[in-house]
């Protein structure tokens, strides 16, 4: 004869500590929502980000002015996988390794803009990394990494790795990085569901065996060149205000001029030259914004 047990509830939940406890049945999966993303570049002296974007690298660049590829592995909503895993890539002309991957150990919001939720404090038995070899859709590296908790928005449990770069100065070209095609960071489509709204899945052919990945919606912008000189169109004008008046004494017009240009471009600091019409002059400390 069956028995019949009767559950009790106190006021207070679970226990003192717990208002709820969450759990599934006949082995429900639920799927999180990914939303990592990827930066491109380096904190300077005073902690702020600096993007390694729109730069020519070459053989004479510092390694100190060579990016870093940061990686936020984040995910949105309740979640029964264990060990997720994420794929990373490597952008094209640039290479690393699992020595070369570490935790960021101060400042890891500044590296995504701010928006990163948790503490970052983990122990190598957290995580590991594999490194799949030169097998992305242009020859570029992946890596694959797992964690054994699932880094959710709301628990405050996001993760910020980060790959020490080398350029391999033999390629030559200029590449570009974002929201179609192949993404940089991206999670396993067993282990999650794409918070991308278009272009939201991929798969990565390696060594042999289909990869299945979902991206994000927070977009990784990447774009530069590797001993390729990008130059811009020009298209800045100036604007006197003078045609078919006379002028006399202190009574002179504005000169007005648009610095813009159209374009990709690698050039650092770019330089402008502007003429005074004949008949004016002007100094420094006459210009302004």
Excluded: H
Excluded at 21 to 34: A, D, G, H, M, R
Excluded at 233 to 246: H, M, S
């Amino acid at each position: 004869m069956g028995k019949q047990l009767r559950l009790l509830k106190n006021s207070t939940g679970i226990n003192n500590q717990q208002g709820s406890i969450n759990y599934s049945l006949n082995n429900t999966v639920e799927l999180p929502q990914f939303t990592g993303v990827a930066s491109f570049g380096n904190l300077n002296s005073s902690g702020a980000f600096v993007s390694g974007n729109s730069i020519n690298y070459t053989s004479n660049t510092p390694q100190s002015q060579i990016p870093t590829l940061s990686v936020r592995l984040s995910t949105l909503g309740n979640s029964t996988v264990n060990n997720p895993q994420f794929i990373v890539m490597i952008p094209k002309g640039f290479t690393s390794s699992t020595t070369d991957f570490s935790l960021i150990d101060k400042n890891v919001g500044n590296y995504f803009g701010g928006q990163f939720n948790g503490s970052n404090q983990y122990s190598p038995s957290n995580y590991s990394i594999e490194d799949l070899g030169k097998v992305g859709p242009n020859g570029e590296q992946l890596f694959k990494i797992q964690l054994d908790f699932n880094p959710g928005w709301n628990v405050a449990q996001n993760f910020g790795g980060q790959f020490k770069l080398t350029l391999d100065p033999t390629q030559t070209g200029t590449y570009s990085y974002g929201s179609n095609g192949a993404p940089i960071v991206s999670e396993l489509a067993s282990d999650a569901k794409p918070s991308a709204s278009t272009d939201a899945n991929y798969t990565f052919v390696a060594n042999g065996q289909n990869i299945a990945v979902v991206k994000s919606s927070a977009s990784s912008i990447i774009n530069y060149a590797i001993n390729t000189n990008l130059l811009p169109t020009f298209t800045g004008t100036a604007i006197l205000d003078a045609n078919g008046k006379t002028y006399s004494g202190d009574s002179v017009p504005t000169y007005s001029f648009r610095l813009s240009t159209t374009g990709e471009s690698t050039v650092q600091n770019p330089k402008f030259i502007v003429m005074i019409p004949d008949g004016f002059t002007a100094t420094t400390d006459d210009f302004s914004f």
